[in-house]
């Protein structure tokens, strides 16, 4: 069994865009801009916001961090997405999830322009995704992709099964690994409603598993020799810990590990791989190579 | 072993619309309005079209047909879709495909406003499908849904198999099938890279056959009691007919039919359902169902 290590693999692509972002300014050009709109004060959000502007600085990125409060008008916030949609400094912006219920996430993200979006959430890029065209792809399946594509694991024409129909993950995911110039993978999503699911899960080469059920994935699922990526970060209660939690994927790792042929760990699985590809998706819109 | 009657099913909705436009045109609304733009003089695509314009006549729609011939340049074209965007009589439009290899199809539909993109290929329809939103969803997956639903075929939890991948058939299908509001069911989809390909199939309660490859499905390839869509529609050179072809579908129908519950005829099963769903999403757009 081999573990796939995402935090080693995201610190290596985060210094081959350090140096791709060196070369672009020492030719004279801008170094790529993200900014991030964050409302409220959830300690997830912030946590993940607190890491991107993080990951900006390590690979040479100016970064912009946007704080409005928890009673922000949904007038408000779409005035801050023009404003970033107009802004030629900014290559590309994300408005951190979730948000506050008075206002309409959807509405949001439809507001923000296409080529500035780079977490991949604007129907625009979600269509040009399913049919196969340049587009900025969300930041956790591409993420796994280059996973698999570094760790050598042969996708083409193998089983894979994705646990979750998400429209973050699962669904994306599936549609990534079906497509001929991605996984060209045999692909079955399976969620709640599946019938059999244990069995459907022992039918796959690559098992990805994103529903959210801390350690759902047993052995029983796991076919002899698979590759078994575990997109579930659950924070479960755990004394030990000085915080009080840990984070727990959707496998149950001790079990399920000495089957596999290669496995990621949670954390430092997928996790940081996300943040990673929000990098080169802002690297990306820098450079405008799916727009123009 | 039943037969699903797409011809006969397509009659009904088309009733069903031409009741529904009497009663708008009743209340002194518009009758809906679909325009089609065809180029060229290719013998399937004048086929096409014609059933369009006739199918709007049975519904009660006002139709429009512009021509252009073979050497039509992409500007021309391009103005033709912004003239139908701006268009306020204009509910819906299509412009048919296949176009001259010196026009971007891409390039057309995309410029093509989405809420009158009643073929649903612009990119923001997909994208809305795969999130699960209001949109147009193209015209063959909406109606196999419909003949699975008015024949009472139960998808919930259902084993799905879909053959083929293409944007117009494959993807947009296995993601109707996967979503919760629409099949609910568990998703494989095959293709020409898949291994085990019989095998695959047989684990399908309904088989969705959308390869162009005519008589691939064959008995061997379908569990008892499945039920069997047949999406193909290659013309085979047949002495026997008047045209000196025969339409053949995807599916060895005199070998796979005995097998099945309900399995879908060539032709006269999913075609007929086809452009009738390109009439629903027309009165859709005219009702504002999708957009405002």
Known sequence: MKLIDGKATAAAIKEE??????????????????AAVLVGHDGGSETYVRGKVKACGECGFRSTLIRYEDDVTEEELLGCVARLNADPEVDGFIVQLPLPPHIDEQKIIEAIDYRKDVDGFHPVNVGRMAIGLP????????????????YGVETGGKKCVVLGRSNIVGKPM?????????????????HSHTRGLAEECRTADILIAAIGRPAFVGPEMVKEGAVVIDVGTTRVPDATKKSGFRLQGDVDFEAVA???????????????????????????????????
Not at 142 to 149: C, V, Y
Not at 174 to 190: F, I, N, P, R, S
Not at 271 to 278: K, R, Y
């Open 174 to 190: 599936a549609q990534l690994m079906m497509q001929k110039q991605y996984g060209d993978a045999t692909v079955t999503v399976c």
């Open 258 to 292: 000495p089957r596999c042929s290669m496995i990621t760990p949670v954390p430092g699985g997928v996790g940081p791989m996300t943040i990673c590809m929000l990098m080169l998706n802002t690297l990306a819109a820098a450079r405008h190579d799916c727009y123009a």
């Open 17 to 34: 865009i350090a140096a791709e972002v060196e070369r672009i300014v020492a030719r004279g050009g801008r170094r790529p801009h993200l």
């Open 135 to 150: 587009c900025f792809i969300s930041a956790t399946p591409r993420g796994i992709l280059e996973l698999l594509r570094r």
